[in-house]
């Protein structure tokens, strides 16, 4: 197997990778949901891809049509399937660097992943081309999970995926954002009244190492929105336990009781891309 470098180690990108941020931040949302979870991350130098949780085919036909087929890097949240599934095949015609957590790296190294693994602690930052780059650890039934903060310039993208409870250190590292995307995965209500699911995979469902719920977005928002805040992007709504139009409604009252009304509100879709925000 490829050996593993830890990013303190790693030797740096190359100059060209390296140019000043000469544009803003956009984000196109391939898939968000538990058949997969795939984000590209893009400014005119570089593309990110956030998790790799669709078929190789399916992210590389999603990516396509939404103008992308070539990629720099892909950072990993963590090891779930639905986050990783489509990875190994997909490296194999775009080898690039893997950035991840090294305890997530071992587990997908023993499960037969190869890669050029760029691996970090969490809470460490970190460059990647012209992204300034901070990763923090979140609570999840995952062996080492972590969300994002892209800094470019002057913004800064957000990405919380898969994440049970908010704690103070999340909320600082999403504060001044200029975009966020966020899991609203349940709305409290109809995951109580779903007749599908047993009591016990509620319960994980809505655990500290679950999902976020519509409310627990709402109580994220009342501490971070800001006047600079441009956009909301909802990922991972459930079909079954959540809605877009309940998501909204929930999520715009929060903004506009912080007299951030301006902010434009975005819901990602599990079967088409969707972007760019």
């Given at each position: 197997?490829?050996?593993?470098?830890?990013?303190?180690?790693a030797d740096r990108l190359d100059s060209r990778e390296r140019t000043s941020p000469s544009c803003s931040v956009q984000i196109s949302?391939?898939?968000?949901?538990?058949?997969?979870?795939?984000?590209?991350v893009k400014t005119d130098e570089m593309h990110i891809l956030v998790d790799a949780g669709l078929s190789a085919r399916q992210l590389l036909a999603r990516a396509k049509q939404q103008g992308i087929e070539k990629f720099d890097a892909v950072l990993l949240t963590h090891e779930h399937s639905d986050h990783v599934k489509g990875l190994?095949?997909?490296?194999?015609?775009?080898?690039?660097?893997?950035y991840t957590t090294a305890q997530t790296a071992y587990i997908l190294r023993q499960s037969g992943i190869a890669a050029d693994w760029k691996t970090f602690e969490a809470g460490q930052r970190f460059s990647l081309g012209s992204f300034e780059i901070q990763s923090f650890s979140?609570?999840?039934d995952a062996?080492?999970?972590?969300?994002?903060?892209?800094?470019h310039g002057t913004e800064k993208l957000g990405v919380l995926s898969d994440v049970g409870h908010v704690t103070h250190a999340v909320t600082a590292a999403l504060r001044e954002l200029s975009v966020l995307f966020v899991e609203a995965n349940y709305d409290d209500e109809l995951l109580m009244a779903d007749t599908?699911?047993?009591?016990s995979i509620k319960q994980r469902i809505s655990s500290r190492h679950g999902h976020l719920s519509n409310r627990q977005v709402v109580s994220l928002l009342e501490e971070i929105a800001h006047p600079a805040l441009k956009k909301v992007i909802l990922g991972h709504l459930s079909a079954?336990?959540?809605?877009?139009?309940?998501?909204?409604?929930?999520?715009?009252?929060?903004?506009?009781?912080?007299s951030c009304g301006h902010v434009e509100i975005h819901c990602a879709a599990a079967s088409e891309p969707r972007g760019w925000w």
């Open positions: 197997m490829p050996p593993v470098k830890s990013i303190a180690s949302v391939l898939g968000s949901g538990s058949a997969g979870n795939a984000t590209i190994g095949v997909f490296l194999k015609s775009h080898p690039v660097p893997v979140i609570l999840h062996v080492d999970p972590v969300g994002y903060v892209l800094a599908k699911r047993p009591w079954d336990c959540n809605s877009e139009d309940v998501a909204i409604a929930m999520i715009r009252r929060a903004l506009q009781s912080r």
